[in-house]
């Protein structure tokens, strides 16, 4: 039976105001490995929202082991207000794996609970939707579940994608009226969309020098979906990868390949923030 997964922020939406205390704390020499008390003292973050916030810094990608990433560091350094809509599409990526960060790939994203499924499988066949819709289509995904706790998770998620002080700045989705549109993002410059498809390549492909291109058009965990964006629209932004050189293809005789030429994911992700400077 297919398990939510979302119960993680409690009711505390996220709000980097929020996170930038714990990462300023994950920062310091202890990182995070103090008592619920003592990460209260060192944030200001009450006795109940303190672990919310922590785990919402894990699974946005810039915790790792009670410590900031290389990501987290780097990004610290570049945005230290995560006020960059690249921040924005970084974090995105990391919560639309759950709590599995990037680990193998399950056999239907709805495995890895609520926040998977929506992003992988619920939004490419729903460009708009109600949140009424949303809860519905999801009862019959996440049967266990209440109504009730349906709706305050998802609500949440949302919030996340429409906040100004979360999300909003990617513009995955956006509210009209009562409905959310989703598939008309900004999206990011290449080198993130590189940085992306990289750790997608460290995942699944490692020390593979190259893969074809349909298995990454057709991926169940999709770069599509994770963009926001069409099949043709992806192969648009792998011609702007070659032309920068972060990626060859081989397009003269079928089956195409992709084969990496990239140093690492994390010198692209520089790479990002310092392209858009």
């Not at 350094?77 to 970084?90: G, I, N, Q, R, V």
């Not at 994203?109 to 949303?134: A, I, K, M």
Request: aromatic share 12%; with cysteine; net charge negative.
């Amino acid at each position: 039976m297919q398990n939510l997964q979302l119960s993680f922020h409690g009711t505390f939406a996220l709000k980097k105001e929020d996170l930038l205390k714990i990462l300023h704390a994950a920062q310091e020499e202890q990182g995070l490995k103090d008592s619920r008390q003592g990460l209260m003292d060192r944030t200001g973050l009450g006795n109940e929202k303190v672990l919310r916030i922590k785990s919402w810094a894990i699974r946005s990608g810039f915790v790792q082991n009670n410590k900031l990433s290389s990501e987290g560091t780097l990004i610290i350094a570049k945005d230290p207000y995560l006020e960059s809509p690249l921040t924005d599409w970084f974090m995105h990526f990391y919560l639309s794996f759950g709590d599995n960060g990037l680990k193998q790939p399950p056999d239907t994203p709805s495995n890895w609970g609520g926040w998977t499924w929506f992003v992988y499988n619920f939004l490419p066949e729903h460009r708009s939707f109600t949140q009424d819709e949303l809860v519905g289509y999801a009862s019959t995904v996440f049967p266990e579940e209440t109504t009730k706790k349906l709706t305050k998770n998802l609500k949440i998620l949302l919030r996340a994608y429409t906040e100004t002080y979360a999300l909003a700045g990617c513009r995955y989705l956006y509210t009209q009226g009562d409905e959310y549109i989703s598939g008309q993002s900004w999206q990011p410059n290449e080198y993130l969309t590189g940085y992306f498809l990289a750790k997608i390549w460290e995942r699944d492909y490692p020390g593979q020098t190259s893969v074809l291109t349909e298995a990454i058009l057709s991926h169940k965990l999709s770069l599509t979906a994770a963009l926001g964006i069409t099949l043709s629209s992806l192969q648009e932004r792998f011609n702007a990868l070659e032309a920068l050189r972060i990626i060859e293809q081989r397009r003269e005789v079928a089956p195409f390949q992709i084969l990496p030429r990239w140093d690492s994911p994390l010198e692209l992700l520089e790479q990002a923030y310092d392209y858009n400077n």
